[in-house]
């Protein structure tokens, strides 16, 4: 086959793949989730049931697929938030901020939508790493602040951020629950420091 031709296919193929996970992502949105099924996708992104699975095995695997998109997306807005900062302290508070207004603006809705949706075991571990890696970028900057168990204060962390969400999402002010979220966990960290 000439490459042109394959190259021409490849960027179909791509297309389609993507026109699928849309489809996906707006009748999730549309419907909080309740009504992501194969044949919903299909017939949104104007393709035939049997032509979904050319390009996803179920329904399992494109709702893995945008879960896993959305929280490397996230991951990545963290990890350029808390470079070029002057302190553990700063990329600390930034990620903390960043987490939050992230919530606070409604960008990770998606995900949120998604995650009553039963995943496969191997994707549910893909999503596991993608999650972790929202949290990677305090690591450096706990061990220089001298924290003696990181996996511990990653814990308490991500458990603040998110009673901070649910209460963002249950109409509390963003503005407050992240300077008072921040205060909170900065104040925390110090009790973890090695004397």
């Not at 990620?95 to 960008?107: M, T």
């Amino acid at each position: 086959m000439p490459r042109l031709q394959t190259e021409s296919l490849a960027a179909q193929r791509a297309w389609r793949r993507t026109q699928l996970l849309e489809s996906a992502a707006a009748i999730a949105l549309e419907s909080q989730g309740g009504a992501v099924s194969v044949s919903a996708i299909a017939t949104r992104a104007g393709l035939s049931r049997t032509s979904f699975y050319e390009y996803f095995e179920s329904t399992s695997e494109i709702v893995a697929e945008l879960i896993t998109q959305e929280l490397n997306a996230f991951s990545s807005h963290l990890e350029a938030a808390t470079q070029e900062v002057h302190s553990p302290e700063d990329a600390i508070s930034r990620w903390i901020e960043s987490s939050l207004v992230y919530v606070a603006d409604g960008r990770h809705l998606l995900a949120k939508t998604l995650s009553s949706i039963e995943i496969s075991r191997d994707r549910s571990a893909a999503i596991g790493t993608a999650h972790r890696r929202m949290l990677s970028c305090l690591i450096a900057p706990l061990q220089q602040l001298g924290v003696a168990d990181v996996h511990h204060a990653l814990a308490l962390i991500q458990s603040a951020t998110d009673a901070a969400t649910r209460r963002i999402e249950s109409g509390q002010s963003g503005d407050r629950e992240i300077s008072t979220t921040s205060a909170f966990i900065m104040a925390g960290l110090k009790s973890l420091v090695r004397p």
